[in-house]
Every structure is written in structure tokens, then in C-alpha cells.
């Protein structure tokens, strides 16, 4: 059933396939909201849309949208919610998005947008000059920005984080960006989530990111970052997910890791640590999640407590040698451990049977 009141107009999760018909009767001078999200609606977005002036929250996500963005959606200038993610629109982001300078909170995610903003707006709303094949537009208000699983291209703008300080989260992930993370994001004082996964980005992890207090969940996983795991983002006080798996990273673990006592998601697989666990051990006593495969890691402590919320451990792949641990049984929690591709000798601990817990012991060939 179609929700029809005045200001706002909603069917969500319904059968509505025709878009034109469904706004039929709205006022264009007094609807504030529409939200058609997992819907069965389908085709290029009309152009009428752009009749709703006064329109505030627009959300079409998963539909079967497809084309590019109509230009009357310049129009909507006082828009604060845009939500198109998870439909099968392609093309650029183009310029009419930049100009909603009202925006608070954008997805595009899920679609096939590539290419660039023309014109990106401005700390003073203004428009300014191109910034780049793959750039992103600079709006200014947005505190919710996710432009992830597109086609996006080029580096991430270098004055970010002046123009968007107030972001809150940023995911960029599942692209084609390239470049280094500017220096400038370590201004995004309010920023709580950042996903960069999953794209072309190098160089090292910048060290300016003490003062963004805020930030719990960090995946920068799956690029071709450098060096080592800056202090700053260690001490973190609010930190609790930290994903930098598949990268280019090398540096012994005790150098920094000491610092993340709050983690409770560890992921550094497929780098290049070296060293002991004894700085994991001795330090980060609430993880859950410690993923730590494909590494140089060459000594594993006698003893693996305290860890007494750990659920996935996985040390496969580096060149842990000796007895497994004789203590992994008194880890509670535990239901997955994986200890592959080392070069462990002895037996396996014998544990409690009255836990459900599989380890894989594997010598390496």
C-alpha cells in the first residue's frame, strides 16, 4: 500500500513499478519526502523529479534504475538526503550533484558511476575548476558520503579534509582510486568510519591522524600501502576496527601495536610483519577477530592468554616454528583457529571436549 501524506510519500519493499504514476496527486510545492527504496522501479530517473523544488529526502535505493543522473535534479537545492545506491546507474556524477550544497548525507554506492565531478563545489559554495579524472565533489555539509563498488578513478581530492570536515563517515571502497591519502584527512576531526578497501592507493599511511578521536573503524585492506603502522593511529581512543590486510606494509609488531588496547578487530594479513606475537599477547586483551596470515612472523609465545573474547584466530602462512601453544584450549571462545603453512612440530593440546572448536595443524611442506 502506498503511503500517501501530504508532505511525505513512502512504499518501501513494495510491488510499485511505475514511477510517473506513483507520484501522481503530489503537491510540488509541499512534498518534503520520497522514499521508494526496494521497489521494482525501473528506467532512467524522470525529469519531473526536479518539479519537487522543496524536496528534502530522496531515497530510490535498490530499484533497477539505469543512465545517468538527470540534470533536473539541480533543481532540488534543498536536498539533504540522496540515497541511489544499489541501482544500475552509470555515467559521471554529474555537475547538478555538486551543486546541492544543502546535502548532509549521500550514497551512491552499488552503481557503475566513473569519471569525475566538473565542477566540485567550493568551501564557500561557489563552484570551482576540475580537480582531476576520478576526483569527488567537495560538498561541503554532507557528513555521510559512500561512493563505494563503482568505477570511480583518480586520486582522492588533496583538500578533503578541509572542505569536508565534517564528514563523519567515508567510504570510497571498491573502486579504482589511485594516489596517496592526503595529508589533509587528518583534519576530519568528527570522522567515526573510513573504507578506502579495495583500491589503487599507495604510499605510507599518513601519521597526522591523532586528532581524529572519533575514528573507530578503519579498512584501508587491499592496497598497495607501505612502511609501517603510524603510532597515531594506534592511540586512537575510540579505535576498535582496524583492517589493513593485503597490502605492501613491513614493519615489526611491536613497533606500534602495543598502543591499540581498545582493538577489537585486528586484520593484518598478506603483508610483511616480522617479529613475535608477544606484543598482541601482552597488549590487546579484547580481540575477537586477530587475522594475521602471510606475514614474516617468526616466534609464537609459550602461552596465548589472555584473550578471553577471541573467536577467529588465523596464523597460517608465516614461519612459526615449535610446540603449538600448550594453553590454546583455555581460549573460551574460540571456533575458528588456523595455523597452516608453519613449520609447528609436536602434537596437537589436547582441549575440553565439551567445547566445539576445529584447529587445523598443518607442517609446511
Same mark, same amino acid.
Given at each position: 500500500?502506498?503511503?500517501?501524506?501530504?508532505?511525505?510519500?513512502?512504499?518501501?519493499?513494495?510491488?510499485?513499478?511505475?514511477?510517473?504514476?506513483?507520484?501522481?496527486?503530489?503537491?510540488?510545492?509541499?512534498?518534503?519526502?520520497?522514499?521508494?527504496?526496494?521497489?521494482?522501479?525501473?528506467?532512467?530517473?524522470?525529469? /519531473?523529479?526536479?518539479?519537487?523544488?522543496?524536496?528534502? %529526502?530522496?531515497?530510490?535505493?535498490?530499484?533497477?534504475?539505469?543512465?545517468?543522473?538527470?540534470?533536473?535534479?539541480?533543481?532540488?537545492?534543498?536536498?539533504?538526503?540522496?540515497?541511489?545506491?544499489?541501482?544500475?546507474?552509470?555515467?559521471?556524477?554529474?555537475?547538478?550533484?555538486?551543486?546541492?550544497?544543502?546535502?548532509?548525507?549521500?550514497?551512491?554506492?552499488?552503481?557503475?558511476?566513473?569519471?569525475?565531478?566538473?565542477?566540485?563545489?567550493? /568551501?564557500?559554495?561557489?563552484?570551482?575548476?576540475?580537480?582531476?579524472?576520478?576526483?569527488?565533489?567537495?560538498?561541503?555539509?554532507?557528513?555521510?558520503?559512500?561512493?563505494?563498488?563503482?568505477?570511480?578513478?583518480?586520486?582522492?581530492?588533496?583538500?578533503?579534509?578541509?572542505?569536508?570536515?565534517?564528514?563523519?563517515?567515508?567510504?570510497?571502497?571498491?573502486?579504482?582510486?589511485?594516489?596517496?591519502?592526503?595529508?589533509?584527512?587528518?583534519?576530519?576531526?568528527?570522522?567515526?568510519?573510513?573504507?578506502? /578497501?579495495?583500491?589503487?592507493? %599507495?604510499?605510507?599511511?599518513?601519521?597526522?591522524?591523532?586528532?581524529?578521536?572519533?575514528?573507530?573503524?578503519?579498512?584501508?585492506?587491499?592496497?598497495?600501502?607501505?612502511?609501517?603502522?603510524?603510532?597515531?593511529?594506534?592511540?586512537?581512543?575510540?579505535?576498535?576496527?582496524?583492517?589493513? /590486510?593485503?597490502?605492501?606494509?613491513?614493519?615489526?609488531?611491536?613497533?606500534?601495536?602495543?598502543?591499540?588496547?581498545?582493538?577489537?578487530?585486528?586484520?593484518?594479513?598478506?603483508?610483511?610483519?616480522?617479529?613475535?606475537?608477544?606484543?598482541?599477547?601482552?597488549?590487546?586483551?579484547?580481540?575477537?577477530?586477530?587475522?594475521?596470515?602471510?606475514?614474516?612472523?617468526?616466534?609464537?609465545?609459550?602461552?596465548?592468554?589472555?584473550?578471553?573474547?577471541?573467536?577467529?584466530?588465523?596464523?597460517?602462512?608465516? %614461519?612459526?616454528?615449535?610446540?603449538?601453544?600448550?594453553?590454546?584450549?583455555?581460549?573460551?571462545?574460540?571456533?575458528?583457529?588456523?595455523?597452516?603453512?608453519?613449520?609447528?612440530?609436536?602434537?596437537?593440546?589436547?582441549?575440553?571436549?565439551?567445547?566445539?572448536?576445529?584447529?587445523?595443524?598443518?607442517?609446511?611442506?
Amino acid at each position: 500500500m502506498l503511503w500517501r501524506r501530504g508532505r511525505l510519500l513512502s512504499r518501501k519493499s513494495g510491488e510499485i513499478t511505475e514511477f510517473i504514476e506513483a507520484l501522481s496527486g503530489c503537491n510540488n510545492n509541499t512534498l518534503l519526502t520520497l522514499e521508494f527504496s526496494s521497489n521494482k522501479l525501473g528506467g532512467n530517473i524522470p525529469v /519531473s523529479l526536479g518539479h519537487f523544488k522543496y524536496l528534502e %529526502y530522496l531515497r530510490l535505493r535498490r530499484n533497477s534504475f539505469i543512465g545517468a543522473l538527470p540534470t533536473s535534479k539541480g533543481n532540488l537545492s534543498h536536498l539533504v538526503n540522496l540515497d541511489l545506491a544499489f541501482n544500475q546507474m552509470n555515467g559521471t556524477i554529474s555537475e547538478t550533484v555538486g551543486q546541492l550544497t544543502d546535502l548532509a548525507y549521500l550514497d551512491l554506492s552499488g552503481n557503475s558511476w566513473e569519471g569525475v565531478v566538473d565542477k566540485p563545489i567550493q /568551501s564557500d559554495g561557489s563552484l570551482g575548476n576540475p580537480i582531476g579524472l576520478g576526483s569527488i565533489p567537495l560538498w561541503k555539509n554532507v557528513t555521510s558520503l559512500s561512493l563505494r563498488n563503482n568505477s570511480l578513478s583518480g586520486a582522492i581530492p588533496l583538500n578533503i579534509g578541509h572542505e569536508m570536515s565534517g564528514l563523519t563517515d567515508l567510504d570510497l571502497s571498491r573502486n579504482l582510486v589511485t594516489g596517496s591519502i592526503p595529508a589533509s584527512m587528518g583534519k576530519m576531526r568528527y570522522l567515526q568510519f573510513l573504507d578506502l /578497501s579495495n583500491n589503487y592507493l %599507495y604510499g605510507e599511511i599518513p601519521s597526522n591522524w591523532h586528532n581524529i578521536e572519533r575514528l573507530r573503524d578503519i579498512d584501508l585492506s587491499s592496497n598497495n600501502f607501505s612502511g609501517g603502522i603510524p603510532s597515531s593511529i594506534c592511540s586512537l581512543p575510540s579505535l576498535v576496527w582496524l583492517k589493513l /590486510s593485503r597490502n605492501n606494509l613491513s614493519e615489526e609488531l611491536s613497533v606500534s601495536l602495543p598502543d591499540c588496547k581498545g582493538l577489537l578487530f585486528l586484520d593484518l594479513g598478506e603483508n610483511k610483519f616480522f617479529g613475535t606475537l608477544q606484543p598482541i599477547v601482552e597488549n590487546l586483551f579484547n580481540l575477537s577477530y586477530l587475522g594475521l596470515r602471510a606475514n614474516r612472523l617468526t616466534d609464537i609465545p609459550e602461552q596465548l592468554c589472555p584473550f578471553p573474547n577471541l573467536h577467529i584466530l588465523d596464523l597460517a602462512c608465516n %614461519y612459526l616454528s615449535g610446540a603449538i601453544p600448550s594453553n590454546w584450549h583455555s581460549l573460551k571462545e574460540l571456533s575458528y583457529m588456523e595455523l597452516s603453512n608453519n613449520s609447528f612440530s609436536g602434537g596437537i593440546p589436547v582441549r575440553e571436549t565439551n567445547v566445539a572448536q576445529y584447529a587445523r595443524h598443518k607442517k609446511a611442506s
